[in-house]
């Protein structure tokens, strides 16, 4: 699924039409982290070098899935475990059906969170509760999740498509450049100080203004049209 991925996230990131990316899980689970069967230590005693397989697979995901310059939703149809779970919060916008939920398993099983959970974790949700998630390895529903900040809404199952399908169809047709560029300049708030952030802010803005989209933009605002984005 790795390598999968990878070559999805290669032919977006050199795509000229694709504006939006919509993921979710096939089944009843939306992921429910990694094969356990392929941790355990072989015959002979050898134990496998879990952060070997970090480095290899899940870091370069997360790093590519958060870089990509469109916008990207998580649609949550169920379980979220795990690297699951860091995968969906890795999305720029999470919207989760009513009986899904996200689990911090690794605890129970005498494991650290990775795939970026515990960096991404406290800036959500806070400290408390990130160490609370990730210590106690306790599921939390998804209407919890939307209450404490974790994801963006939770929906009934029934509408959990329909809603992540309007959505990515909304962002695909929006300003997509400057979409990207919005990403790009949250994601540096994250480390830069306030006069670093402002310049970052500064700088991205003057991109946006030279864009088409802007042109367009003010231009249906003043003929009181809807706006015709091209993403350029």
């Known amino acids: 699924m790795h390598v999968e991925l990878r070559d999805v996230l290669a032919e977006l990131e050199t795509s000229a039409t694709a504006r939006c990316l919509l993921v979710t ?19 002979d005693g050898a134990r496998p070098d879990l952060g070997r397989s970090i480095e290899e697979n899940y870091n370069p995901l997360i790093r590519r899935l958060r870089a990509l ?3 990207t939703i998580a649609a ?7 690297a699951g779970m860091s995968l969906a919060l890795t999305c720029d916008i999470v919207i989760a059906a009513r009986s899904a939920y996200f689990l911090q ?27 609370g998630m990730a210590m ?18 939770c929906v009934d199952d029934d509408r959990l498509m329909t809603e992540a399908e309007t959505l990515a169809e909304w962002l695909a047709a929006g300003p997509t450049k400057t979409l990207a560029l919005i990403k790009d300049t ?10 670093a952030q402002l310049a970052a802010e500064r700088d991205a803005q003057r ?15 003043l003929e009181k049209r809807p706006a015709r984005f091209s993403g350029r």
């Open 105 to 131: 398993a690794f605890c129970n099983i005498g494991l650290i969170p990775d795939a970026g959970s515990t960096y991404f974790l406290p800036r959500l949700i806070g400290s408390a509760r990130a160490a």
């Open 76 to 82: 949550v149809n169920g379980p979220a475990a795990g």
């Open 136 to 153: 106690l390895g306790e599921k939390l529903p998804a209407e919890t999740a939307a209450a404490w900040g974790l994801i963006w809404k």
């Open 25 to 43: 899980g096939a089944g009843r689970a939306f992921c429910a982290g990694a094969d356990l069967s392929q941790r355990q230590p072989t015959d």
């Open 69 to 71: 310059a469109i916008p």
């Open 186 to 195: 949250l994601n540096r708030s994250i480390s830069n100080d306030l006069d």
């Open 207 to 221: 991109q946006a203004g030279l864009s088409d989209d802007f042109a367009e933009g003010v231009r249906a605002f």
